[in-house]
């Protein structure tokens, strides 16, 4: 009975907080038919918004994935002064509130900003433009792949690394070799969810935007544009791509994560 | 202590290092210090009379509310979840299991959208509760139902293990001495859970406060009504008031400090707790 009881409430709090969103994002983007829906991608603003979407992720999540391999590598492989301090500081990202996270590059790079005077003078734009959306978004996807890697990296201990490298090897062969077939499940589970937020990032990117359609808009701004337009047909079109990407992500998650055989988080 | 206490035969460490901390260093500490420096900068009584403006005391008080409720609400239908979850086996329990993760992987903007369609006045949800009086699409409940499902996934995900690990025998044993299952619910199960429970609310209420993209869908943006911190911040850099947007910022900043310090004590606890049980 309780088993029974406990089970629906389950049920009902995920089907009106989690599938009835879902399931109202596909049903208002396919409802009139696929053509209706294709025919939303004609935008020419659309079609800008997800180019700049991809072109922002392919930049950021590369950038990133370096960044985590370095900082695992270091972390996991060496003792180090400080060493506990730049574990923290690297999660610091996850705790700053995402608008927060556009704010300090508008401080930096803006008009009235530090260094926003000699920008000026070499008439180059960061802020309202697409740079500036590049580092917002790589602030606040900064700790996905060195998150996944330090702990992997630690626990998998340096011993085989050192026979190779005792044995000759050098360490870029060594890296390619020994360390990165250990590591590739753990580091494709940092990359995807670094993709998923850096495709669907909206409250820092939406600071330092500038929100020009066709020029700075990704597609999470654009969708809010064309909500405002009260084009809604657009809007779930659009959220309904996003919303895709989001189920991709989630079953490639599930599938490593069963692969690896722990669960995270 | 030395730079390096172990001479290790793995190279690497100088360019692996370096790179690391400069890419720290110049998108995540600089532009952070650019903020305190801008907000440490201002006339105390300016940055005072900024940050205590009825109107950005009327959006924490919205914030911190509906981030609080949020969390409390997790924290009641997280834990069932993770209860069914653990202690339960039903067709389909692998698949709700993975889509827990849900709001981790959806863009907050199409969350927003689609809370927004769903509970708005003729949507799936809203048509139901709009004749017994109850505005959720564009007031503060909306806000709380956004800040609810982008926070579930942490309390989900932090009670589970905990509840795994949980020995089955101790509740077999208050049983077997006569405790009642409630009995034994509340003096033997959430004791042992609740510093994982406690870090779970934590998690979400922090994640809570800062959120922005869902919110600026469902909540209808009303000044001293719907208005979120985050969201004053955006309208002051609209009006190019960047200082009195760095001092909220600075605030918000502060808020994110103290919840970061939390969390980092309660998993301390929690891992003592569990530490402990073993040595036992």
Redesign the interface.
Known sequence: MM?IL??A???I??G???F??????FV?AFGNGIETWLASFADSDTGAAIRLTLLTAAIVVP?NT??G???A??IA?????GKSM?IT??D??L??????SG??????F?????FGGWLQEHDISIIFAVPGIV?AT??VT?PYVARELIPLMQQLG?DE??AA??LGAG?WF??FHVTLPRIRWGLLYGVI?CN?RA?????AV??VSGHIRGLTNT???H??AL?QDYSMAG??AV?SL??L???I??II??LLEWRMGT?H? | MRWRVERSVIPGFGITFGFASFFLGALVLLPLTALVMKGAGMDWTRFLAVVTDPRALASYKLTFGASLLAALINIVFGFIVAWTLVRYRFPGRRFIDAIIDMPFALPTAVSGLALTAVFAGNGWIGQYLEPLGIKVAYAPLGITIALTLIGMPFVVRTVQPALEELPRDVEEAAATLGASPAYTFFRVILPALAPAVLTGFTLAFARAVGEYGSITFIAGNIPYKTEITPLLIIIKLDEYDYAAAAAIGCVMLAISFVMLLTINLLQAWGRRRISGAVRR
Request: proline share 4%; aromatic share 14%; glycine share 6%.
């Open positions: 088993r406990l089970i409430v389950s049920l709090f995920l009106a907080l989690l009835a969103p879902l399931g109202v994002v208002s950038l370096v960044f391999i370095c900082a590598w270091c492989k060496f003792e180090f002064a730049l500081l690297i610091l990202p705790a700053v509130s995402p608008v927060v704010l300090i590059y508008v401080l930096l803006g008009a009235q900003g530090w580092l790589s602030f900064f340096n690394e050192e490298i005792t360490g060594t890296f969810l998923a495709m669907g990032e909206f409250g939406s600071v597609m999470p701004l969708i809010e909500y809007a779930f959220a996003l919303s990407l989001a189920v992500t989630l998650k599930t669960r988080r």
